[in-house]
């Protein structure tokens, strides 16, 4: 478990979470500057799996399933539609 800040001077997120030989990995909390989120599964530092996004402006929580396809990465919702 580690905590990690990106951005030249303040912080513009910030990741709390598993990481293995120095990359995301597992479970993490990547935390933006306006105060949105994206907890899910990491793997090799992009996402992967299952996850929710939380929109603090709107309190809005999308469910998402990321995965790499045939070299592209797609981005699936609850309703298993493709996100856009």
Not at 14 to 30: K, P, T
Request: proline share 4%; with cysteine.
């Amino acid at each position: 478990m580690g905590k990690m800040f990106y951005g030249p001077e303040a912080p513009e997120a910030s990741f709390n979470g598993s990481w293995s030989n120095g990359v995301r990995s597992g479970l993490g909390i990547l935390t933006f500057k306006n105060g949105d989120r994206f907890e899910g599964h990491w793997r090799d530092s992009q996402k992967e799996g299952p996850g929710r996004y939380f929109y603090k402006a709107t309190n809005q929580v999308i469910i998402t399933v990321e995965h790499l396809l045939n070299g592209e990465r797609r981005v699936f919702n609850i309703d298993c539609t493709i996100a856009s």
